[in-house]
Nanobody, 121 residues
Framework: QVQLEESGGGLVQAGGSLRLSCSAS????????MGWYRRAPGKEREKVAR???????DYADSVKGRFTISRDNAKDTIYLQMNSLKPEDTGVYYC???????????????WGQGTQVTVSS
């Protein structure tokens, strides 16, 4: 079994910072791309940032220059440093592992349970 566990969410004032972490555990052989997605109240889930196994990144336009995604392959962990937070960044942030290959050689996507980020004005 593979699990993704997020941490680091919370309540912060506008202009503040938070750092999210997501660790994958279980019978993992390798993980291709990992990323962060969020669902704001009343909206569809959207991509925030993604990072490949070799460190290539892409970001949603709304977070470019404010958020930074990073990855520790040895720990199967990704991070999201969020600076200059705005009220519109509020939502549940989900971690996703794309095309994760487990020790039985199966490939599929996995999602974490999500962590709440609330930015007050």
């Amino acid at each position: 079994q593979v699990q993704l566990e997020e941490s680091g969410g919370g309540l912060v004032q506008a202009g503040g910072s938070l750092r999210l972490s997501c660790s994958a555990s279980g019978s993992i052989f390798n993980i291709n791309t990992m990323g962060w997605y969020r669902r704001a109240p009343g909206k569809e889930r959207e991509k925030v940032a993604r990072i490949t196994s070799v460190g290539s990144t892409d970001y949603a336009d709304s977070v470019k220059g404010r958020f930074t995604i990073s990855r520790d392959n040895a720990k199967d962990t990704i991070y999201l440093q969020m600076n200059s937070l705005k009220p519109e960044d509020t939502g549940v942030y989900y971690c996703k592992a794309e095309r994760l290959r487990d020790s039985s050689w199966n490939i599929r996507d996995y999602w974490g349970q999500g962590t709440q980020v609330t930015v007050s004005s």
